[in-house]
């Protein structure tokens, strides 16, 4: 076994760095020589501002790393990357090191029966009730795009508002509450983001944005205590009454557990299919050669949607404990130690997908990562790509041309990233 691996001082900082990720290219660039040079590598704080974790950057490495369950597990530290200020922050406002107690924080025993508790109402089979809903939503949509074009910023008129409109509608939140629902996901998962968290303020400080994270944490809480007790005395056919009516091990979920189910639902169903959706179109736009292909052959819609969950890969990464001794790379991971597996590493690797920053359609295989893989793979990964599937379909039908009109700006964010603004001009069919 070699001697740990230890980035430098620099490439540290760039790997936790939120406009590292704005910047997009530039981080590709570094887990590319990390991938050749330093694969699995201990990532180490000099002023010992974050407990030390160990970076996984090859696709088969973060594979292996989420289908083992058994050996690395998502407890009990931290999920998502966090200093050690948040631990303590989250932990005397909570008594936990996560502000939230979601699906992705637990596992076996409790997992399982959780996630089982919406399972059906995320498969196939269920979704195919609501398609023509979804349709109308996506047709309606792109109506509102074209009437305030030409010129639009994709983001705010399309990628953001359709996806959150699905999920809310799916979760049973009243349409006059969506804004209130994308402003707390911007703040919870853009707070590392001047822009997106909407303070104004440029250089926030760690303790600003904790403030600010929490205050969205608690506002959700708040919320959705609210919706949960009016689907016990009212329930309904939605996803809100599933979850606020359920039962594990004979028991009703625990206040925080029902919060953090209802809070995960609510924000992973629409942020990271925005980022996805921005991303494809925005591809689109800059390859019009690819745009007309697709607009005359329909069937290369589904590796659209699949290349543009891999090559944005919103959900940037997630952290892992270390349940044993294990090997990872060709380096010794102790029992304990906390580990980052990259998915945008991953899904960029040329191991795995040839000339990996390249947007193809025609991509296949495309066994990407960007929804997890094991027991803890996405639970909405099925609606995601029937939302985008359906969105392009609207899209093609009334858009001849697509072009830049203006520089698309990245969100500065370690965990979830994408597009903050694509300005588009479009051309009517």
Not at 250 to 278: F, Q
Request: aromatic share 8%; with cysteine; proline share 7%.
């Amino acid at each position: 076994m070699s001697a740990p691996a230890v980035l430098p001082e620099e490439t540290a900082r760039q790997i936790i760095a939120p406009t590292s990720y704005g910047e997009w290219h530039g981080i590709l660039d570094v887990f590319d020589r990390l991938r050749e040079e330093m694969p699995v590598a201990k990532v180490v704080a000099e002023d010992d501002s974050f407990e030390p974790f160990w970076l996984i950057t090859r696709y088969e490495d973060v594979m292996r790393i989420s289908k083992d369950n058994r050996a690395f597990l998502n407890n009990p530290k931290p999920v998502v990357f966090a200093t050690r200020e948040a631990t303590a922050f989250s932990q005397a406002a909570t008594g936990s090191d996560m502000l939230v107690d979601s699906l992705v924080v637990f596992d076996a025993p409790i997992h399982p029966k959780y996630r089982k508790l919406t399972m059906d109402w995320f498969m196939p089979r269920n979704l195919a009730k609501i398609e023509a809903e979804i349709r109308n939503l996506a047709h309606r949509t792109v109506d509102r795009m074209i009437e305030a074009g030409p010129e639009v910023d994709f983001v705010k008129e399309v990628s953001g508002p359709y996806p959150l409109h699905v999920v809310m509608q799916i979760l049973g939140v009243p349409e006059e509450d969506e804004p209130r629902m994308m402003m707390l996901t911007q703040q919870m998962f853009g707070g590392q983001d001047a822009d997106l968290s909407g303070t104004g303020m440029e250089n926030m400080s760690p303790e600003q944005v904790l403030q600010l994270v929490s205050g969205a944490v608690k506002s959700f809480e708040d919320y959705f205590t609210a919706l949960a007790d009016d689907r016990r005395a009212n329930p309904t056919d939605d996803v809100a009454s599933v979850i606020a009516n359920a039962l594990v091990d004979g028991k009703p979920l625990p206040p925080r557990d029902l919060a953090g189910y209802y809070i995960i639902v609510a924000t992973a169903g629409h942020d990271t299919t925005s980022a996805s959706t921005a991303g494809a179109m925005m591809a689109l736009a800059n390859d019009p050669e690819q745009w007309a292909r697709v607009k005359a052959d329909r069937s290369l819609l589904p590796g659209i949607v699949e290349e543009a969950i891999r090559w944005t890969s919103p959900v940037q990464h997630f952290m892992r404990t270390a349940a044993e001794d294990v090997e990872v790379g060709g380096q010794e991971i102790k029992a304990g130690d906390w580990m980052m597996i990259n998915y945008v590493a991953a899904n960029h690797d040329p191991a795995q997908f040839e000339n990996p920053r390249k947007f193809d359609a025609a991509r296949s295989p495309n066994r990407h990562l960007a929804f997890g893989a094991g027991a803890h793979q996405c639970l909405g990964l099925h609606l995601a790509r029937l939302e985008m599937r359906i969105l392009f379909e609207a899209l093609l039908d009334r858009v001849e041309k697509v072009a830049p009109a203006g520089e698309a700006k990245r969100s500065n964010s370690t965990f979830v990233g994408g597009l903050k603004t694509l300005p588009l001009r479009i051309t009517p069919a």
